[in-house]
């Protein structure tokens, strides 16, 4: 069974930091592109950060500078490092595991930025 489990959300203040982790099982972690989205309430899901199995990473405009995002294949485990947050940041946080042939999603953790 493919479990990928998000934690490390919560309210931060605007300026703040954060960092989501993302433990997965059941999958060969090192093979999959690991991906953290988001979705603000009323808007499509997005694409934040991605590491590829070769530790190449993509970020979107927004997140560039902010965030890092990093894994350890030890662990089973990627993270977000997330500064200068604001509130557009707010969203739910999901974590995604891809290769060629599936793609496995987390139930997604709540992120808040607000004083």
């Known amino acids: 069974q493919v479990q990928l489990v998000e934690s490390g959300g919560g309210l931060v203040q605007p300026g703040g930091s954060l960092r989501l982790s993302c433990v997965t099982s059941g999958v060969v972690f090192r093979a999959y592109t690991m991906g953290w989205f988001r979705q603000a309430p009323g808007e499509q899901r997005e694409l934040v950060a991605r590491i590829s199995t070769d530790g190449s990473t993509y970020y979107k405009s927004a997140a560039k500078h902010r965030f890092t995002i990093s894994r350890d294949n030890a662990k089973n485990t990627v993270y977000l490092q997330m500064t200068s947050l604001g509130p557009e940041d707010t969203a739910v946080y999901y974590c995604?595991?891809?290769?060629?042939?599936?793609?496995?999603w987390g139930q997604g953790t709540q992120v808040i930025v607000s004083s």
């Open positions: 995604n595991a891809a290769s060629a042939h599936f793609d496995y």
